[in-house]
């Protein structure tokens, strides 16, 4: 897939359009951002935002517009399996971390990648509240507002995120040199920041879906890192079941210590 993506000119063009269409997007919701929006519950005890509803009718009528033969698959749009017969799909949440959005933290993104055999191959996180544009295409490398980034070198102690029950599976040789980061709200943008090198690795609880993780899954791969099933291999996305099961993201030995970690935890 990727050697044929590489020679395929319309990629460039893809990441153009979603790049626009998230800047737009995170514009719209900024306009929501601490005014006190109108919220309701989903299945599951999960909120959803009016402004939620509304950056995922703009992206959808861009992207969509503009690539109608692709699928769609959000957060916030009800399934549909016509998506399974697309080459490519957008995989889209509105915003990700909208529990921190309504409570008033920067740290929510706008994500949205396009997903082609199972892999991102375009990845977009606005993330406007932090003013921070995370952007990476197959083969492309990553960047933050336009510089290329990569994952953090190894050096001493290890900054590590995620639930503290999976940081408590990992062998206490290894804790005793992790510190756990603060709570992050946003998943896309906890992998962003491992990206970016701001922290070395994150465990990820069990039931997040694609849209929380296509686009920031290939930013993450694109600076020189990976996100691990527990079986060591990377995700497929944009497939009939869309929820996966406990994670980690990181680079190195330590990202495969922590897939090992997690072999015997219950997804």
């Known amino acids: 897939m990727q050697g044929i993506?590489?020679?395929?000119?319309?990629?460039?063009?893809?990441?153009e359009l979603v790049r626009t269409a998230a800047r737009e997007a995170g514009e719209l919701?900024?306009?929501y951002f601490r005014g006190d929006p109108q919220v309701w519950m989903k299945a599951g005890n999960s909120p959803?935002?009016?402004?939620?509803?509304?950056?995922?009718?703009?992206?959808?009528?861009?992207?969509?517009?503009?690539?109608?033969?692709?699928?769609?698959?959000?957060?916030?749009?009800?399934?549909?399996?016509?998506?399974?017969?697309?080459?490519?799909?957008?995989?889209?949440?509105?915003?990700?971390?909208?529990?921190?959005?309504?409570?008033?933290?920067a740290e929510w993104c706008v994500s949205v990648a396009i997903v082609e055999d199972g892999r991102p191959v375009v990845g977009v996180l606005d993330c406007p509240a932090k003013k921070e544009i995370y952007a990476a295409r197959a083969g492309g490398g990553a960047?933050?507002?336009?510089?290329?980034?990569?994952?953090?070198?190894?050096?001493?102690?290890?900054?590590?995120?995620?639930?503290?029950?999976?940081?408590?599976?990992?062998p206490e040789a290894a804790r005793r040199h992790f510190a756990a980061v603060p709570y992050i709200p946003?998943?896309?943008?906890?992998?962003a920041m491992v990206a970016r090198g701001a922290i070395d690795a994150t465990f990820v609880?069990?039931?997040?879906?694609?849209?929380?993780?296509?686009a920031a899954d290939?930013?993450?791969a694109e600076a020189g890192g990976a996100v691990l099933d527990r079986h060591g291999e990377t995700l497929f996305y944009a497939r009939r079941e869309t929820r996966q099961g406990t994670l980690v993201a990181g680079s190195g030995p330590l990202l495969d210590e922590m897939a090992k970690s997690i072999r015997g935890v219950e997804n």
Do not use: C, Q
Request: negative net charge; proline residues 4%; charged residues 30%.
């Open 5 to 15: 993506d590489l020679i395929d000119g319309k990629l460039d063009a893809d990441l």
């Open 29 to 31: 919701a900024m306009r």
């Open 48 to 105: 959803v935002t009016e402004g939620d509803l509304a950056v995922d009718r703009l992206l959808r009528d861009r992207l969509s517009a503009a690539r109608p033969d692709y699928g769609w698959l959000s957060e916030e749009t009800a399934d549909s399996s016509e998506r399974l017969s697309a080459l490519r799909t957008f995989v889209v949440d509105p915003i990700d971390g909208t529990r921190g959005f309504i409570a008033g933290s």
């Open 143 to 170: 960047a933050l507002n336009g510089k290329a980034i990569a994952v953090r070198e190894p050096a001493g102690e290890r900054l590590v995120g995620g639930p503290k029950a999976l940081i408590r599976a990992m």
């Open 186 to 191: 946003s998943l896309a943008y906890r992998l």
């Open 205 to 214: 609880k069990p039931n997040s879906h694609d849209w929380d993780l296509a």
């Open 218 to 220: 290939l930013i993450l």
